[in-house]
């Protein structure tokens, strides 16, 4: 087995259905940043659990993966969210938590981002309310936006929708959120996304 | 501040030790449960104490069958060739089927010693040892525990990944646990490795290491774990006596 650095996740997973120990590249590209979405979603207990099970669908299934696809980001996070969707008392649970106290966030502190997290603690508990009271379905996409960090085109993906469909749907959610949070909520209408 | 950037700046985060320690463990999970697996078996429940009577009876597929009560309880004798044969503790069932395969059904984390000999008894080559610790009172009186000594199995100490697959299969890792063994998978000389703090009282919940399967049968060292004083965090053992960093570490169960 020889492992090519440059090759694509496409082409790690399409030779993977012959040598399948190539897949491992792929679950050590990706797997620290699922990881993290996983723990920030389910907490401590069953990160670890809810990431090799993602892994191991995604081995699992790989005979489906669409090769035009060159990072398997998005079809990751997919697998991701439907493994996570099976702990949702957990994440009920942890989203509880979060309104209560601040998260256990990064520990940067650059004097910019200082001041935002300020502004986010003291929203924290609102927006963990506001996140509860979320639709499922809005809340993964949302969440695949603002903690996993994929592009619109990317959460549709994992999603299984259109990029039109995401932008529609986030903007609604936005709405929701602005709604919930009342007017002190400092939304402006900056493009995180793209 | 967009409320995407504020969902941003509330997300949880490990920290950077934990991650990686968390991601060894799921990368050996996921290479374990990816490996070529032997014959395919459905999972089949230990059978309790509750209905092992009835269950015995109904399939008179249990030829011998010793049940012993009490974290004390010493494994009995071999069943008759052919035929499953079952312990029972109050705190695990050790249970081999007629195929040969043993399963461990661990509902609380007590009498090692006891479970090291039902497992050899069962033909595995199994060394248990219990995790020692210090239960000490922590903020708002609730227990905390500290192991005196830990340990830290290394790369350089496990069997090779396609035999931790063939050997060992996590059913599940949290109380109540279960791991099915394949004896007959296991290389002449290697072991199995299980290490728990026992008896911990039910408040201060229940820690493990994962079960790992030994290159030898040389049981690893319990590591001291110098006593961490206020407002500093201890070293690792491991790093401290200069080993590489421990690829398999407590977790909680």
């Not at chain 2, 459905?42 to 974290?71: Q, Y």
Request: positive net charge; charged residues 20%.
């Amino acid at each position: 087995m020889s492992i090519d650095t440059r090759a694509s996740d496409a082409e790690l997973i399409v030779r993977s259905l012959t040598e399948p120990d190539l897949f491992t590249a792929v679950f050590d590209r990706h797997s620290t940043e699922i990881l993290r979405y996983v723990y920030a979603r389910l907490g401590p207990d069953l990160a670890e659990d809810v990431t090799a099970e993602t892994f191991l669908a995604a081995f699992r299934c790989r005979g489906k993966y669409d090769g035009a696809w060159p990072d398997a980001r998005p079809w990751l996070y997919g697998i991701a969210m439907r493994q996570i969707s099976r702990h949702r008392r957990v994440e009920e649970r942890r989203l509880r938590v979060l309104r209560s106290a601040p998260a256990d966030g990064p520990t940067e502190d650059h004097s910019d981002r200082a001041a935002e997290r300020v502004t986010a603690q003291r929203l924290g508990p609102r927006l963990a309310a506001a996140l509860t009271a979320l639709p499922k379905q809005d809340r993964e996409l949302l969440l695949l936006v603002a903690w996993a960090e994929l592009s619109y085109a990317e959460a549709a993906t994992a999603l299984g929708t259109t990029t039109s469909a995401v932008k529609s749907r986030l903007h609604r959610i936005r709405v929701r959120m602005r709604h919930e949070l009342g007017d002190e909520y400092p939304v402006n209408e900056e493009n995180d996304d793209e | 501040m967009s409320d995407i950037t504020a969902l941003r700046e509330l997300r949880p985060a490990p920290p950077p030790a934990e991650l990686e320690a968390m991601r060894m463990a799921a990368r050996e999970r996921f290479m374990a449960g990816a490996a070529p697996k032997r014959a395919p078996r459905r999972w089949r429940r230990p059978v309790l104490a509750g209905g092992l009577t009835t269950a015995a009876v109904a399939a008179g597929a249990v030829a011998a069958l010793v049940l012993t009560t009490g974290p004390g309880a010493t494994p009995g004798r071999q069943a008759a060739a052919g035929h499953s044969r079952t312990v029972v503790t109050t705190a695990w069932t050790v249970s081999e089927d007629a195929d040969g395969t043993v399963s461990i059904y661990l509902h609380e984390y007590a009498n090692p010693a006891g479970l090291q000999r039902a497992l050899q008894a069962d033909g595995v080559n199994a060394i248990v040892r219990p995790i020692p610790y210090l239960l000490e009172t922590g903020f708002n009186n609730k227990p905390v525990v500290r192991p005196t000594c830990n340990y830290y199995v290394t790369s350089n100490d496990r069997a090779p990944l396609a035999v931790q697959g063939a050997v060992l299969t996590i059913g599940r890792r949290a109380l109540p646990a279960l791991f099915v063994i394949h004896p007959d998978a296991m290389p002449p000389g290697s072991a199995l490795f299980l290490a728990f703090m026992a008896n911990l009282p039910h408040s201060a919940g229940n820690i493990a290491l994962k079960p790992v399967v030994l290159g030898n049968d040389a049981a690893p060292a319990c590591v001291p774990v110098p006593a961490k004083r206020p407002g500093q965090s201890a070293p690792t053992p491991a790093a401290k006596a200069g080993n590489p960093a421990p690829s398999s570490l407590p977790k909680a169960a």
